[in-house]
């Protein structure tokens, strides 16, 4: 890891604990939730509820394999679960690889608060921040361009994005890549490639 040994300030009664045991049935329906299409296939409710496992289970090993030193975290709002936060936080750069908020939560400003309580942390340690998100039915770009993200890389069926604290190299590179409304133009700026990864 990044040497980062704190936590994350968060605002409006919002905070981060790490998963337990007991969460796993939240966790689950959250993973459900994301992806309602899987209950498209044919089969009856008991196999539907097999064929989600299987995926949340898979999702779950990939992400161990890929981001080893990921960090699995519950948002929570007032003591009340509302989200999951996935982040590696790696010596060259922090992961965000999966951010998930329950949609009865939704539009209410949490997802937000918790990329910018991670970025305040991330520019104590002068870490850039790198993330993917969908590219069609997601509002995930714009927000995240709200918050100094760029998209850096487009390789369907995701939106490469980073965001850099001012002090760190990379920070005048990404400040000059424009917020445009067309980014499937495409482009990848030299010394710039984020990873692919889950959405967030």
Do not use: C
């Not at 040497?3 to 959250?30: I, K, Q, Y």
């Not at 069926?157 to 760190?168: D, E, I, N, R, S």
């Amino acid at each position: 890891m990044a040497g980062f040994a704190g936590s994350f300030a968060l605002p409006g009664n919002l905070s981060l604990r790490f998963v337990t045991p007991s969460d796993e049935t939240f966790l689950l329906e959250l993973f459900i939730e994301a992806r309602p299409w899987l209950s498209w296939a044919e089969g009856d409710r008991d196999f539907l509820r097999s064929l989600y496992e299987q995926q949340y289970k898979a999702m779950r090993a990939g992400q161990e394999a890929i981001y080893p030193e990921h960090v699995d975290l519950v948002i929570e709002k007032s003591g009340d679960r509302v989200g999951r936060l996935v982040i590696d936080l790696g010596r060259s750069d922090w992961r965000v690889s999966e951010l998930q908020i329950l949609a009865r939560a939704r539009d209410k400003g949490i997802g937000s608060d918790v990329l910018r309580g991670i970025q305040a942390a991330a520019a104590n340690m002068l870490a850039p921040i790198t993330l993917s998100t969908p590219i069609v039915g997601s509002h995930g770009r714009q927000v995240y361009e709200r918050l100094g993200f760029r998209v850096t890389a487009v390789d369907p069926p995701h939106f490469h994005m980073a965001w850099a604290p001012a002090g760190h190299p990379l920070h005048a590179a990404l400040s000059a890549i424009p917020v445009t409304a067309d980014p499937l133009a495409g482009f990848a700026p030299p010394g710039m490639h984020a990873s692919p990864g889950a959405a967030a």
